[in-house]
């Protein structure tokens, strides 16, 4: 967001943000819901069941990103969406913090949502896969979360009340056979567990492994364990490649956009610029007997 204000000033990123807030409301209120509360660039919604909230947020998704092939590319903003329910609405109660956190986790242009959400949806048809238990600021006991499929039909269907947070932004069992992944920034090093995982690299304190580097996400990356493996999943803004050793060179680098690559031996992960541009924000790998080493790499 303060790109936008950086680009284009004060005045217009200002009227820019209002009038996406207003359109945000709008489509919440063809779904049956109601604004209850605006903050900067976020909008709080109540809805009368999940399965309403969910069409409404697969909605501005949708045609969100059709808006933004006609905007100037200044003032392009993702939506990062959390979905979060509760038999009570309260304007400050629990979903709606569960929601706002959800929403300051999830990538740009995603849809994140709480068990309890997608246990309301029925035989909807919603497309969802599930992100496991994730670490929530203030909250004890980690909530398994999912990501929604915004590109999927959906139907909707009434259930029970939920609450929704949106920004100008199943559980998996755990892999006993993975082990653990260590990781390193500078000289910050950690270890985790299969049943710790999956961990986030990026630019916030929420993040697991913490870069401090402007062409970093706030979430920029995810490491989930699968099949005695790791996969690296990107969520960021500007992009995530990894090359592998023995593949030298710009060629020998796989450039992922919200898509995954499976880590296997050792290589590098550049985060929000290719691996060719020498001051790009670097880790080394080494995913060798069941574990991956994450280690910083200074600038080449």
């Given at each position: ?8 000033g004060?005045a217009?990123?200002t009227?820019t943000?209002?009038r ?7 489509v919440c209120?063809s ?5 209850v509360k ?7 919604a109540?809805f009368?069941d999940?399965?309403s909230?969910?069409g409404a947020v ?6 969100h990103?059709k808006?933004l092939t006609?905007w100037?590319?200044p003032?392009?903003m993702?939506?990062?969406i959390g979905?979060?329910s509760s038999?009570?609405?309260e304007v400050d109660?629990?979903a ?15 849809i994140?949502a709480?068990?309890?959400?997608i246990?309301?949806l029925?035989e ?7 992100l496991?238990p994730?670490n929530?600021r ?10 929604i ?13 939920a609450s929704?947070?949106l920004?100008?932004?199943q559980?998996?069992p755990p ?7 260590e990781r390193?920034?500078?000289?910050v090093?950690?270890?985790?567990r299969?049943?710790?995982?999956p961990?986030?690299?990026?630019r916030?304190?929420?993040a697991?492994f ?6 970093v ?12 493996g ?7 803004t500007?992009?995530?490649?990894v090359r592998f050793?023995?593949t030298a060179?710009a060629g020998?680098?796989?450039a ?6 499976a880590?296997?031996?050792?290589g590098?992960?550049?985060?929000g610029?290719?691996?060719s541009d020498?001051?790009?924000p670097t880790i ?5 007997g069941g ?10």
């Open positions: 967001m303060s790109r936008v204000f950086e680009a284009v004060n217009r990123a009227e943000v209002s996406l807030v207003q359109w945000i409301g709008g209120e779904h049956r819901g109601r604004v605006t903050r900067g660039e976020g909008v709080f109540m009368p999940g399965a909230a969910v697969l909605e501005l998704q949708r045609n990103q808006r006609v100037p590319a003032l392009r993702d939506l990062q979905v979060a038999k009570a609405l109660g629990d709606v913090t569960l929601a706002s956190r959800l929403s300051g986790l999830a990538g740009p242009g995603q994140w709480t068990q309890s959400v246990d309301q029925g909807t048809g919603v497309r969802h896969r599930s496991g994730i929530v203030g909250r004890s006991e980690p909530p398994v979360v999912h990501r499929d915004w590109h999927a039909e959906v139907a909707a269907a009434p259930t029970v009340p929704l947070a920004l100008t932004q559980s998996r892999d006993s056979n993975f082990g653990q992944i390193s920034w500078l000289d090093r950690s270890m985790f299969a049943d710790e995982l961990i986030h690299v990026g916030v304190n929420e697991d913490v870069v401090n580097d402007p062409r996400s706030r979430l920029h990356a995810r490491i989930e364990a699968r099949q005695g790791c996969v690296l999943v990107d969520v960021s500007f992009g995530t490649w050793h023995g060179g020998g680098e796989i992922l956009r919200r898509g995954e690559c880590l296997r031996g050792s590098e992960i550049g985060l610029a290719p691996l020498f001051s790009a080394s790998f080494n995913a060798t574990s991956v080493l994450l280690e910083r790499k200074d600038a080449r």
